[in-house]
C-alpha cells in the first residue's frame, strides 16, 4: 500500500503537470546526469514536515492533500515508467536518435543534455517530487507496450496503453482505479468536476456495474478546447499577391467556370471577427454590392491570365470590405488574426496562387491544396474534413464515426446527407480547374516534406502543432511561412434560422484522447 501511493502521488504530478512547472520550481540540474535522476533533488517548501496535518495554499488553487508528500523526498524512491508516445523518441529520456550517439543538445533552459538524461520536464519533476525515474520505454507505443509487459507486470509501475486496453486490464485487475483515490489528488478532482463532458470521455468505457465510474487511465491532453485541425497556408505567398499593386509577370491562363459561387452575390453579410490585435470582437462586413461575388465575376470575365485574377481578388477585398483591410495588408482577409475568408474567396485566391508560380515560386508549376501524404487514403479523407468546414457541413469531424446531433435532437450520419455531396461535387469543381495538387488526384508519392521543401504547394488541412514543425524545410531566411489560418465562414444550420448562419464554426475540438494513456501497475 505504502508503495501504492508513492506512485499515487506521482499521479498528481503527471496530471497536473502544468500546475508544477507554473511557479518557480527548484533548480533544474545540468544534463549531466545521465539516468541518475538524484542529484540535485530539493525538496518541496513542505516536506520538512510532511505530517503537517495543514498545507497553507498561496497559489489560488486547491490545497494539496498532506498525504501524498508522505514518503522520502530524498531519491530513494524509484519509479519504473514504460511511457511515451509512439516510438523511441518520446520517451521520458533523450533517446541517440535525436541527438545521436556522443552527441549532445543545448536547449533554451541553458543546459546541455545527452543521450540517456532525462528531460527538462521530467527533471524538474524529480526535482520537485523526489524521486527516481527510471526508464522501462520499449518505444512502441499504442498496445505494443502492453504485449511487451502483459506477462512481466512486476517489471513497470507506470505504462502505456491506449484507452480501450487499460479499461479493460483494470477491470480485470491489473490496473488501479485511479477514482478510488480522488482524495490524493484534488486539483484532479476539482478539473473533472467542472469539466463533466471531459470526465465522461474518461469514463465511458466502464459507466456500467460494479466498476461504473472508474478511471483507469491518467488522461491524454494535447489541447484542451483548442481547435485540433486547421487550414494551413504559405503566409509569404498570399503577401506577395495581395499587399502590393504591382503587376505580376509571366503569369499562366486562369482556368475558370467550373467551379460556381458558394456565398452570396448580391447583400451584405456581418461577421465577427477578432480585432488586428486580438484584444476584442469587432464585426466586419462583407458588402457584396460593392464589387459582386469575385468567383462569379471572374467566371464572368472568360479568358483571364493570374495577373488579371490578382488585380480582381485586390479589387474585390478593397471594395468589398470598405477598407477594412488595407492594401498593404490585403492578405490579412486570409493570414491576420482579423481574418474572414470564405470558400469563394479562397477558391478565387487559389486560382491566383496556381497562376503565378514564377512570382511565388521561380518555376512553371505550383500546386493548390495537397494533403500531408498525397497516396495514402487514410490522410486523404482529410480533404473531406476540409470541405465540411468550407462549406458548412456537419459530422465530417465528429468524434463518434461521423455521427451527430441537430438541434432537435435527431441523430445525423453526415455519409448519408445531401450537403454533403454537394461540399465534395465542389471539391471536385476546384480539383476541375486544377486547384487540387495533381498527385493528390493521382495517387503519386508527395507529402508536406516534399510540397514545402520544393517550394511546390500552397496548402492543406491538418493538425497544426505537427505541420507547423515542417517550416524547417523552408527557407526561413527569406521570409517563408507555413502557419495555420482561422477557420472559414460558411453558412451552418444551428436551429437559431432556417436558411442557416454564416459564421466560424468547427467540430474539430481537443479534449481527452484514447491513444498512448497511462495507467498504474495495481
Known amino acids: 500500500m505504502k508503495k501504492l501511493n508513492k506512485i499515487l502521488s506521482i499521479v498528481l504530478a503527471l496530471t497536473l503537470i502544468a500546475a508544477l512547472l507554473a511557479g518557480c520550481g527548484p533548480k533544474i540540474p545540468t544534463g549531466d546526469t545521465g539516468n541518475d535522476t538524484s542529484k540535485d533533488t530539493s525538496k518541496p517548501a513542505d516536506s520538512s514536515n510532511p505530517g503537517d496535518d495543514t498545507t497553507e495554499d498561496t497559489s489560488g488553487t486547491p490545497a494539496v492533500t498532506p498525504a501524498i508528500y508522505m514518503y522520502p523526498h530524498d531519491g530513494s524512491v524509484t519509479l519504473r515508467m514504460d511511457v511515451g508516445y509512439n516510438n523511441e523518441q518520446t520517451g521520458i529520456f533523450f533517446h541517440a536518435k535525436t541527438i545521436g550517439d556522443g552527441g549532445t543538445i543545448t536547449l533554451p533552459d541553458g543546459n546541455t543534455y545527452r543521450a540517456g538524461d532525462l528531460k527538462p520536464t521530467w527533471v524538474e519533476l524529480s526535482n520537485v517530487l523526489g524521486v527516481k525515474f527510471e526508464d522501462r520505454w520499449q518505444g512502441q507505443g499504442g498496445d505494443k507496450e502492453w504485449e511487451y509487459y502483459e506477462s512481466q507486470l512486476d517489471q513497470v509501475d507506470m505504462i502505456t496503453a491506449n484507452a480501450s486496453t487499460i479499461d479493460k486490464q483494470g477491470i480485470a485487475g491489473a490496473l488501479v482505479n485511479l477514482a478510488d483515490y480522488m482524495d490524493y489528488m484534488p486539483n484532479f478532482k476539482a478539473y473533472l468536476d467542472a469539466n463533466p463532458i471531459v470526465k465522461l470521455s474518461i469514463t465511458a468505457d466502464v459507466e456500467e456495474g460494479d466498476f461504473q465510474g472508474a478511471i483507469f487511465f491518467s488522461p491524454y491532453f494535447d489541447g484542451v478546447d483548442d481547435i485540433e485541425r486547421m487550414f494551413l497556408m504559405r503566409y509569404d505567398w498570399v503577401e506577395k499577391l495581395l499587399n ?65 485574377a490578382v488585380k480582381m481578388l485586390r479589387e474585390y477585398i478593397d471594395k468589398t470590405y470598405g477598407g477594412f483591410y488595407t492594401p498593404d495588408h490585403r492578405a490579412d482577409l486570409f493570414i491576420g488574426q482579423n481574418s474572414c475568408w470564405d470558400a469563394d474567396e479562397l477558391v478565387a485566391l487559389l486560382r491566383c496562387v496556381v497562376s503565378n508560380p514564377k512570382t511565388l515560386n521561380g518555376t512553371d508549376t505550383i500546386q493548390g491544396i495537397f494533403c500531408r501524404e498525397d497516396n495514402n487514403l487514410g490522410r486523404q479523407v482529410d480533404t473531406i474534413k476540409m470541405a465540411g468546414h468550407l462549406f458548412g457541413v456537419r459530422g465530417v469531424e465528429s468524434r463518434n464515426g461521423g455521427m451527430w446531433i441537430d438541434s432537435d435532437g435527431t441523430l445525423h450520419d453526415y455519409r448519408m446527407e445531401v450537403d454533403t455531396y454537394e461540399a465534395l461535387g465542389r471539391m471536385h469543381d476546384m480539383a476541375e480547374e486544377g486547384l487540387i495538387s495533381q498527385s493528390y488526384i493521382n495517387g503519386s508519392e508527395e507529402n508536406t516534406k516534399s510540397m514545402l521543401q520544393n517550394d511546390l504547394g500552397f496548402m492543406h488541412y491538418d493538425y497544426n502543432q505537427t505541420q507547423t514543425g515542417s517550416n524547417q524545410y523552408l527557407q526561413t531566411d527569406e521570409g517563408e511561412r507555413y502557419s495555420p489560418v482561422i477557420n472559414p465562414v460558411a453558412r451552418w444550420y444551428d436551429g437559431t434560422d432556417p436558411n442557416g448562419v454564416y459564421m466560424r464554426f468547427t467540430e474539430s475540438w481537443r479534449s481527452v484522447k484514447g491513444s498512448n494513456c497511462w495507467g498504474i501497475v495495481k
Open 244 to 308: 502590393t499593386d504591382e503587376d505580376l509577370a509571366d503569369s499562366k491562363p486562369v482556368k475558370t467556370g467550373v467551379y460556381q459561387p458558394y456565398m452570396p452575390t448580391s447583400g451584405k453579410l456581418t461577421i465577427d471577427t477578432v480585432s488586428a490585435d486580438g484584444s476584442s470582437v469587432v464585426q466586419v462586413t462583407k458588402d457584396y454590392d460593392a464589387y459582386g461575388n469575385i468567383v462569379e465575376k471572374m467566371n464572368a470575365a472568360g479568358s483571364i491570365d493570374g495577373n488579371t
